[in-house]
């Protein structure tokens, strides 16, 4: 029974993923509670890139701020444009994402708390700067330095690191580019948006440390005339070492259960897929979910490539421009780099 400091769900972080599971719960009659650290929802370093296979599609058209039917993507030896009927990758800004999205998990009942950090969790608690809950069950949806998933003693060795500028300005082509002579096993980006473009570069953290990825990144803008005066970086952690998301009563989501692309970075969707995925197994404990099963299998295969190009630059080389070369020849389809289906 809901006493004031109970409640059958306790989701951590009010991301993508704790605000899905917080909707879905909440429309099936479950009183969840999200508690939010920040003392607003959705800010968060981020590209903001969503596919079409993945969110895109589900995303009401006022959300998106640009959409491409194009990607330009360049490597050591290639430049090619890939091109769909439909939108390949929207941007969305991740303010606007996380207020509606809060709004579709309030309005579906759920309770959601900002300016909130959770402290520690127990068996049965959560503590908060200021406040004791309890619950039945537990989400840690808290990002890829999860809390709950240091609780549950699972360790993490997968990391990536992203590093972004928000450079003002109208671009017109969303690009990426591959080269391990310059990104190792990662990539350069510029994924525009309204009157700015996220400009960043990501990589697998064991293969290009963070100083370095910044100072790569810092050489690829001046290349393309980009000027960082008065700009700030905005670093962030991905976490892709996926080792389960359900632990007795106690679930991991999103980032905090390592689900994002280790190969790209993709993140907000199998956030969003994960976080509804517990949900459901929460209210149907025998739950057998193909299709979160599948997203998994290409998490698997994404870091399996990762894998393989770690091996040496040499490699990495001539993996990513046969990569390259078969997007270009359309013998792979780009969605073979996203995680959704
Ligand atoms: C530079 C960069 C660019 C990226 N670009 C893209 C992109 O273009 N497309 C894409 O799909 N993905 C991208 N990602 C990845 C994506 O941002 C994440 O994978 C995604 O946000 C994960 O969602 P989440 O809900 O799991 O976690 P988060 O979005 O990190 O949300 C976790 C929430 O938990 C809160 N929290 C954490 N600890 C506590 C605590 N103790 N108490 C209370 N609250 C807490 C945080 O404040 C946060 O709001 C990028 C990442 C980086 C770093």
């Given amino acids: 029974m809901k006493s004031r400091n109970h409640f059958h769900t306790i989701i951590i972080g009010g991301g993508p993923a704790g605000l899905a599971c917080a909707a879905l719960l909440a429309e099936n009659g479950v009183d969840a509670l999200v508690l939010e650290r920040s003392s607003r929802i959705g800010r968060k370093v981020c590209a903001g890139g969503v596919t079409w296979s993945g969110l895109a599609r589900h995303l009401p058209a006022e959300l998106i701020e640009k959409s491409f039917t194009r990607q330009h993507i360049r490597s050591a030896l290639q ?70 998933r240091r609780f549950l003693k699972i360790p993490t060795t997968l990391m990536g690191a992203g590093i972004q500028y928000q450079v003002p300005g109208n671009f017109a082509e969303m690009i990426w580019h591959l080269d391990p002579k310059q990104f190792a096993t990662g990539y350069a980006w510029i994924f525009p948006h309204g009157n700015w473009a996220s400009v960043g570069i990501y990589a697998k953290r064991a293969d290009m440390p963070p100083g370095k990825l910044k100072e790569k990144l810092h050489l690829w803008m001046s290349k393309h005339g980009m000027k960082r005066k008065g700009l700030q970086a905005q670093a962030a952690t991905i976490n892709f070492d996926y080792r389960g998301y359900r632990f007795g009563n106690r679930f991991l989501a999103g980032d ?68 390259v070369g078969a997007l270009r020849m359309k013998i792979i389809r780009f969605n073979a780099l996203e995680m959704g289906e």
Wanted: aromatic share 6%.
């Fill in 79 to 148: 430049k090619t444009v890939i091109s769909s009927e439909n939108p390949i990758i929207s941007t969305v800004n991740r303010e606007n994402l996380g207020r509606w999205m809060a709004e579709k998990a309030s309005q579906a009942g759920a309770t959601i708390i900002t300016n909130t950090q959770v402290r520690a969790v127990t068996e049965k608690e959560v503590y908060t700067t200021s406040s004791r809950f309890t619950y039945d069950f537990l989400v840690g949806a808290d990002g890829s330095n999860s809390l709950v």
């Fill in 256 to 323: 905090a259960a390592g689900l994002a692309s280790g190969l790209t970075g993709e993140g907000i969707y199998p956030a969003v897929f994960s976080g509804e995925t517990v949900a459901r197994t929460i209210i149907d404990p025998a739950l057998n979910d193909l299709k979160f099963l599948r997203l998994l299998k290409k998490h698997r295969r994404h870091s399996r490539l990762l894998d393989i190009c770690g091996i040496n630059n040499h490699l990495a080389g001539l993996i990513l421009e046969s990569l």
